[in-house]
């Protein structure tokens, strides 16, 4: 094999991403005689949410808004009370009739998450929405109680985690449960059709991409230093986004729709990186430091093995342009792919590289990507078809972890370089309880360890 060949299964990646993510390792289990992944003895499937926060609530709402058959909320957990009781509150007021918690169904704690698995049946759906640090011990438990699951984005966050996430997709398709992963954009049908005709020719060869999510500072993107009311555990879990052992960093949580479907687009995953980025505002305006491990902006060069080019752009600055959006340029024609946020269309190609004018198409489509994810997996799970998006979602957080660790370090990177990377952020954490210490400590100006480029060169911090 290549060592620059991101595909490191028998799985082919090219024929991996000619599939829409709606069916994963078909391939693989065709013409097996499976048993059922469905919940046993009832049409009814049982729901269970881990990690109580928006994208959790919203993405209940959506379980719980399928067809087909029955389908209700019967346990939830969360380390934070007050995360789970918002929840609550919030989807039973969107879809109450398909919600059934009662109180001691609703759990708080570190383990939490296998409390509410237990209430779960095999075959039943568990909501992996917590920060993505916790993806594979979440992930380990569900397989072990035959659950189905949905796990959001990103599901890693470093190299040793991806080589244990795949492992775990393997053993999930071999329990013949189905798994979905919230890169919902793969799930657009503008995107889909998109993806279509780029790839009979409608543009030519596809020669550049170029992806920019800049806006004001969003979700707990910088953070100031901890009051003494709080533990730094549930500081850095709390405000996630600020922590590269958490989440990977604004980098992977906000970045990583568009490096997903644009890597869609080439039908391939990038072979390497280079990258720049910088914080700019080390200080809030009261001139207090912020502690996060964030840069303000990044700028990531992409290189694809036929030479072809990715550029994404990334800012978190207040009053800067902002720019939400993703292309595709081809030798023949442009392709607007989202129009604006992480998949809004109408995408629309255009002939020669100008974005004016009429567009030769222009997709019409207005379904809910969200909405249509969480119906192609249940419509699996009730129909038992096969259905692991995992793979896909473990490349597409090894490639936007590439493009982060090549700004941390300042060093053009492989995407082997990143998955084999030994520096796993936070080791044991399917240890950890109330009272275990961060897996990141402050030094004694008070500031977690941040990237430093040029001076780590093979970790992004120390």
């Given amino acids: 094999m290549n060592p620059e060949e991101p595909s490191i299964t028998s799985t ?33 499937i049982q729901v269970a949410l ?76 568990v909501i992996l929405t917590t920060p993505p640090a916790f993806r594979w011990v979440h992930f380990t438990y569900a397989i072990s109680k035959k659950l189905n699951v949905f796990m959001e984005k990103p599901v890693t966050v470093d190299g040793p ?46 020669i550049l991409m170029r992806g920019y999510r800049m806006h004001d500072p969003a979700g707990y993107f910088e953070s100031l230093p901890k ?31 568009h490096i997903d479907h644009l890597s869609w687009m080439k039908n391939d995953w990038p072979v390497k990186a280079q990258a720049l980025g910088g914080r700019h505002f080390k200080t809030s305006p009261e001139g207090i430091p912020f502690v996060d491990q964030n840069f ?46 992480d998949m809004g269309g109408p995408s629309a190609i255009f002939k020669g590289q100008n974005l004016e004018g009429q567009p030769v198409w222009e997709s019409t489509d207005r379904t809910n990507a969200y909405q249509n994810e969480w119906d192609e997996l249940v419509f699996a799970i009730r129909n038992n078809k096969p259905y692991n998006e995992v793979e896909r979602g473990v490349y597409a957080s090894v490639t936007t ?15 082997q370089d990143m998955l084999n990377c030994d520096h796993e952020f936070a080791p044991g954490l399917d240890k950890l ?18 990237p430093q480029p040029g001076v780590n060169l093979k970790r992004e911090y120390a």
Avoid at 183 to 200: F, I, P, Q, T, Y
Avoid at 401 to 415: C, D
């Fill in 296 to 341: 303000d902006t990044y700028s990531v060069e992409y290189t694809f093995k036929d030479g072809s080019k990715f550029i994404f752009d990334g800012r978190c600055v207040t009053n800067a342009t902002g720019i939400y959006s993703s292309y595709v340029h081809g030798s023949k024609g442009v392709a607007i792919a989202a129009r604006a946020n």
């Fill in 12 to 44: 082919s990646r090219r024929d991996f991403l000619k599939t829409t993510g709606t069916v994963a390792a078909a391939s693989v289990l065709a013409g097996v005689n499976l048993p059922s992944a469905h919940a046993q003895g009832s049409d009814l």
């Fill in 433 to 450: 309880t109330k009272d275990s210490p961060a897996p990141l400590q402050p030094g004694p100006n008070g500031r977690y360890p941040q």
């Fill in 401 to 415: 972890s590439l493009g982060r660790m090549a700004a941390h370090t300042g060093q053009e990177m492989t995407f």
């Fill in 50 to 125: 881990v990690g109580c926060g928006g994208r959790g609530s919203g993405a209940a709402v959506q379980a719980l808004s399928t067809k087909g058959g029955p389908i209700k909320l019967v346990a939830m957990g969360d380390a934070f009370e007050d995360r789970l009781k918002a929840s609550y509150d919030n989807i039973n007021g969107t879809i109450g009739q398909n919600v059934a918690v009662p109180q001691d169904h609703k759990f708080i704690g570190w383990d939490a998450y296998q409390k509410a698995m237990d209430v779960l049946k095999p075959g039943d759906i």
């Fill in 161 to 206: 985690t991806s080589r244990r996430m795949l492992q775990l997709a393997a053993e999930a398709s071999a329990k013949n449960l189905k798994v979905g992963v919230g890169l919902m954009s793969r799930h657009a049908k503008n995107l889909m059709e998109l993806h279509d005709r780029v790839n009979n020719g409608e543009i030519g060869d596809v």
């Fill in 227 to 257: 009051p003494d009311t709080i533990s730094h555990l549930d500081y850095q879990v709390r405000r996630f986004h600020s922590f590269l052992w958490a989440s990977g960093g604004n980098f992977s949580d906000f970045y990583i729709h």
